[in-house]
Every structure is written in structure tokens, then in C-alpha cells.
């Protein structure tokens, strides 16, 4: 009788150990869930007051600004049928992403940027143009730099087109959107890439060990990453000192 009411406390006391560790368990993820949607509606606002607020005559600015739009759009879409921890970091990256925009619209227009961002998961390992440079592609005349200017009004901020490291910089076509997409559009789009990133401008603008083995266009394989969230922990985040 002793032994039956021993393994029935045992039993109860199991259960309720189970059933206390499950509620604990449902309440860390709804707090973390609860966590990461307030950041990735926090930096969605920031992006969006800055997008009515910013306007600029600057074609440079406009078309960065009309960039920052879309990434707007895009984060309040994904903020609304969002329903797990992985779907609001994939907006928190696309807000961050829309405020590097803002950022270089900022820079256009000859004002302060405002505080550094959290970096692009998308973005890492691609680095940043610091040399001007021009080159020919099937007649066509495409340029590059670390500044915006008339013939270099859209600014990429960092990512891989097809496999290949592609630094944040400012260009004279957005190339890397027919590169993402198919047939000719792609050979032309991995063709101005490899003129651009020749190693004969000596100072490529991203790592260049990460850029191993994309020499050929033909090895250009993996799926473009510089305007897409192509997931991971992203972490917090803030500007480091207050709104721009």
C-alpha cells in the first residue's frame, strides 16, 4: 500500500513538473516572440517616418528614397501576416534595409546620415566600393563609386547577386534586378559584374577571399541575398544614440 502511494506521488509530482516546464517553455517563446515583433515594429516606424518626412529634388535621392518606399511597403506586409519569430526578423532586416536607403538618400542630398545601422545579414561579407570606376559591356558604358552622382544615381547596399559578393556603392544601371531574374538578362546582368569587379581595378571593394570561385559567370549559382532576407539571427539593434 506504502509502495502504491509512493509511485502515485512520484506520478504526480512528475506531471506536474512536465506541465510547469511546458508552461514556462509557452511563456519564454511568447515573450520572445513578443520581443521581436516590438523591434521589427520599432525600426518599421523609424523607416516610415523618415519616408514621409525625407524629399529631395536630387535624382540620386529620389531613387534611394523611392527604394526606401518600397522596403516600407514591403515591411508592412510582412509585419501583417507575420506570426513567428522568423517571419519579424525577415521584416526587421527589410526595415533596416529601407533605412539604408534613407541613409544614402541623406548622403545625396548633402545631410547628416544620422547613427549607424545594425548591419545587413545580407549584406555581409560584400563590403563597400571605395574607388570610382567605369567599364565597357556589349557597347554599353556602366560605372561605379563609393559617392552618388548624375551618372551614378542607385545605390545597392551590399549583398550577392548569383553567388557573387557584390559591394554597397552607387551605380549607373541596377544591373544585379535583370542578374536576378532569367536568360539574357542574367548573362548580361553576371557579364557587367565581372567587368566591374575585375581584379585589374586592384582594389575590389568587398573581400576578395569571399569572392573565391565567381570568376566565371557560370559558377554564379546561389540565389541573389542584397535586397532579400535570407535568414539567420539578426540580433538587436539600435542607431546608438537616438532617431535620425
Known amino acids: 500500500m506504502v509502495e502504491l502511494l509512493l509511485l502515485v506521488l512520484i506520478v504526480v509530482v512528475l ?12 511563456a519564454r517563446e511568447a515573450r520572445n516572440l513578443a520581443d521581436v515583433r516590438a523591434d521589427a515594429r520599432r525600426w518599421y516606424e523609424r523607416l516610415g517616418g523618415q519616408v514621409m518626412n525625407l524629399s529631395g529634388e536630387d535624382p540620386a535621392a529620389r531613387q534611394a528614397l523611392a527604394d526606401a518606399a518600397e522596403r516600407y511597403h514591403a515591411a508592412g506586409s510582412q509585419l501583417e501576416q507575420a506570426g513567428s519569430i522568423t517571419q519579424y526578423r525577415l521584416a526587421r532586416e527589410t526595415a533596416v534595409e529601407g533605412l539604408t536607403y534613407i541613409r544614402a538618400a541623406r548622403l545625396a542630398l548633402g545631410i547628416d546620415p544620422g547613427p549607424p545601422l545594425p548591419p545587413l545579414a545580407a549584406a555581409s561579407g560584400a563590403g563597400e566600393l571605395t574607388v570610382p570606376r567605369q567599364v565597357e559591356v556589349q557597347g554599353q558604358t556602366f560605372q561605379a563609386g563609393p559617392q552618388p552622382g548624375q551618372d551614378t544615381p542607385y ?5 550577392r547577386v548569383r553567388g557573387r559578393p557584390v559591394p554597397a556603392g552607387w551605380y549607373s544601371t541596377p544591373w544585379w534586378k535583370t542578374a536576378f531574374g532569367a536568360g539574357v538578362g542574367v548573362l548580361g546582368g ?48 539600435d542607431f546608438g544614440g537616438g532617431d535620425f
Open 155 to 159: 545605390y545597392y547596399p551590399g549583398g
Open 190 to 237: 553576371m557579364l557587367i559584374a565581372d567587368a566591374l569587379f575585375s581584379p585589374s581595378f586592384g582594389d575590389p571593394g568587398y573581400d576578395a577571399a569571399a569572392a573565391g570561385g565567381f570568376d566565371d559567370p557560370g559558377d554564379a549559382g546561389a540565389d541573389f541575398g542584397g535586397g532579400d532576407f535570407g535568414g539567420g539571427d539578426f540580433g538587436g539593434g
Open 15 to 26: 506531471g506536474g513538473a512536465l506541465l510547469w516546464w511546458r508552461r514556462e517553455r509557452a
